[in-house]
Nanobody
Framework: QVRVVESGGGLMQTGDSLRLSCAAS?????????MGWFRQPPGKEREFVAT????????YYADSVKGRFTISRDNAKNTVYLQMNNLKPDDTAVYYC?????????????????????WGQGTQVTVSS
């Protein structure tokens, strides 16, 4: 079992920066094949934001955040971060951290909600114009 806890959300203004943190515990960090961030805007479905795939430590991003958001991980702290710069009102959502211990040959599976077994409770990010 893996416990996932996000932190760092808040009320921001357009153009602000914010860093979200995600701490995972319960199973060794090395068993996590990917750790990702998803978000759910009001009235919409949960969508992929970014992920780090462990096998090659590659980071992948949704087109909507590419160039503005950066995902990183600190293995010593079992923590993944999402640095969000130049925030826009469209970034308003509940942000969820997710952990996968599943191995996929095709990296695209890590861009989907079903690619992850463990989820945090979410943290609200609101960006005003």
């Amino acid at each position: 079992q893996v416990r996932v806890v996000e932190s760092g959300g808040g009320l921001m203004q357009t153009g602000d920066s914010l860093r979200l943190s995600c701490a995972a515990s319960g199973r060794t960090f090395s068993s996590h094949t990917a750790m990702g961030w998803f978000r759910q805007p009001p009235g919409k479905e949960r969508e992929f934001v970014a992920t780090i795939v462990r096998r090659d430590e590659s980071a992948y991003y949704a087109d909507s955040v590419k160039g503005r958001f950066t995902i990183s991980r600190d293995n010593a702290k079992n923590t993944v971060y999402l640095q969000m710069n130049n925030l826009k009102p469209d970034d308003t959502a509940v942000y969820y951290c997710a952990v996968s211990t599943l191995s996929y040959k095709i990296v695209d599976y890590y861009f989907a909600v079903r690619g992850y077994e463990y989820w945090g409770q979410g943290t609200q990010v609101t960006v005003s114009s």
